[in-house]
């Protein structure tokens, strides 16, 4: 009979909910408490045909940070038994969270050094002190999870009551492990001889609101400067931004996939840590409802097609389009285009174009700094935008989907308005690199009119406005001034396709001047057709610069 050991402090209710879950997974085992105090203090030698299990006990109001003087004396005592296995349950906080946190991340992703990095620098900690004292004489297993329902963390807590505090303007994307499918990894973790680093996570993600509907809770949406009078800012952060690992390498290397989604452990989650009973509505439709894994929702945009964005794209800015036919209507492709003023409308319309004219839902390479915003980072994400890094456009473009790409970068969109229809500089050329290692078409589009909705007459340069929002200056504009964009005139042209893949091969990909020729042939046709248009533009209001025959 197998034997399994937890090490935590006996008052531990987390600990106890984890052991009894293990002894009804495992019957053939037997499961026991290795009480902390008894494990560190006694003389005796550990049981020599026990896997030991430890659960840190965790010494903060959200359940979110370990206690590492605990844990210190842990793997000491650990350090001298040298038992036949230690399995560390740690957490998929070590990961941080923020407005450049990625989704779906490995178990090789570090954190940045963002500031107030507390919960996320302690689980490292925790990992290194492992490490350090075991070195190699131990047989350690750490396994990351994501929020566990039950469990003592702050987003567990909160979905487990009758009323639920979200922060306005936020929607995150989460994943829910059941105490099961925990239990069911950590058993995993202990029948196989694989030492490692392993997130443990459901396939499906869940929209924060979706899980508190799903809960039966009342979702209660308070300023995040009022509940930071009783919770820290960082522990709020989890409420705020979208945190997701990925799960590929466990159901790789130990066959363990958890078997509830997202929906179904925050449905079938017990009520044990609640501060009422309430009655239990209607089960869970079936099928469950899926979730996009970045958050975009493609409801929710085609209903915006039908009003708001269709309001604004026929009648507010009237805008013309010309060469949708471009643009491929299956299959991987880069859109490259500019954008102008510090509002994303001009990406809301192409997206607007391309998902009523050619079926298709491109996603955005987003500034992390417009996530910081509420309601901002809601509607970007709803509508497909994902953080502007190496990692999420190759994501996009593996799943054979449009990328949208800004290669001005920040830069573009707070360019003043008397150079708004000057083409910067594209940068690091990063989109160049990318489309010729996933040999995809590159489909330059350009908008004239846009840089008119909000226009910016000059930047003020403000450190502490740039800590705060990650935005490079503050735009004067017309805005707040007046609270809605003008009704400019939009005139819209895709390009036609550039297809790398036809001239260079994959190695180009490594060659700086054939990148940087690619990138300024790309530059210079965009900015050939802008100068056409501004030059057939007769008046910023009103007038059309294609003819009948051009129109989409």
């Known amino acids: 009979m197998a034997r399994i050991a937890l090490i935590a402090q006996n008052d531990n209710r987390w600990a106890n909910s984890i052991l009894q879950t293990l002894s009804q997974a495992r019957t053939t085992h037997k499961c026991y408490f290795a009480e902390l105090g008894s494990f560190c203090n006694s003389a005796d030698e550990s049981d020599p045909e026990a896997s030991y299990v430890y659960i840190p006990s965790l010494i903060d109001w959200e359940g979110m940070i370990p206690d590492l003087s605990e844990a210190e004396r842990v793997f000491q005592r650990a350090a001298r038994l040298r038992p036949r296995k230690l399995v560390l349950l740690s957490s998929a906080l070590i990961y941080g969270t923020g407005p450049w946190r990625l989704g779906l991340v490995s178990e090789d992703y570090a954190a940045g050094n963002y500031r107030g990095n507390q919960i996320c620098s302690r689980w490292k900690s925790l990992e290194a002190m492992a490490g350090q004292y075991l070195n190699g004489n131990v047989p350690l297993t750490i396994l990351r999870p994501t929020t566990v329902l039950p469990s003592p963390a702050l987003l567990s807590r909160r979905l ?59 979702r ?13 800012s960082e522990a709020l952060d989890y409420l705020r931004y979208p945190w997701t690992v990925s799960n590929k390498k466990i159901k790789e290397e130990l066959g363990c ?31 469950e409802p899926t979730f996009d894994d970045f958050g975009m929702d493609k409801d929710l945009i085609q209903s915006y097609g039908k009003t708001l964005f ?3 794209c026929d009648y507010y800015w009237r805008v013309e389009t010309k060469g949708l036919e471009h643009v491929p209507r299956e299959g991987p492709a880069i859109l490259v285009g500019m954008h102008r003023g510090f509002m994303p409308w001009d990406g809301v319309m192409v997206l607007h174009q391309l ?12 500034h992390p700094g417009l996530l910081k915003f ?15 890094c190496q990692e999420s456009a190759d994501r996009v473009l593996e799943s054979g989907e449009l990328l949208g790409v800004f290669p001005e970068g920040v830069q573009g969109a707070f360019t003043p308005y008397r150079e708004a229809y000057r083409l910067k500089s594209f940068g690091r050329n990063a989109f160049v690199k990318i489309a010729l290692r996933h040999r995809v078409p590159i489909v330059p589009f350009v908008t004239v009119g846009s840089a008119e909705t909000f226009p910016i007459f000059a930047t003020i340069k403000s450190r502490r406005w740039t800590r705060y929002s990650d935005w490079p200056c503050l735009p004067l504009s017309t805005f707040p001034i007046l609270p809605v964009p003008l009704p400019s005139k939009w005139h819209m042209q895709f390009l036609p396709a550039i297809h790398l893949g036809e001239q260079y091969p994959r190695e180009a990909a490594q060659d700086a001047s054939v990148i940087k020729a690619i990138s300024l042939d790309v530059r210079n046709r965009m900015q050939q057709a802008v100068d056409e248009m501004i030059r057939k533009r007769r008046s910023v209001f009103f007038g059309s610069i294609f003819g009948p025959e051009e129109k989409a």
Do not use: W, Y
């Open 160 to 218: 487990m009551r009758r009323f639920t505090f979200t922060l306005p303007g936020h929607d995150p994307t989460l994943q829910l492990l059941a105490l099961c499918d925990l239990a069911e990894a950590l058993l995993c973790a202990i029948e196989q001889d694989k030492p490692d680093i392993f997130n443990v996570a459901p396939d499906a993600v869940v929209p924060l609101h979706a899980a508190v509907q799903v809960a039966h809770s009342f």
């Open 257 to 287: 996939a958890p078997k509830k989604s997202s929906i179904a452990t925050v449905f079938e989650a017990e009520t044990e840590m609640e501060m009422d009973c309430r009655k239990r509505g209607p089960s869970l439709p079936s099928p």
């Open 355 to 366: 998902v009523q004219n050619a079926g298709r839902f491109p996603r955005f390479l987003t």
């Open 310 to 312: 269709k309001f604004l």
């Open 220 to 232: 209660i949406a308070l300023p995040r400067t009022l509940q930071r009078l009783f919770r820290r």
């Open 374 to 388: 509420p309601f901002i980072s809601n509607f970007v994400t709803k509508l497909g935008g994902v953080i502007a």
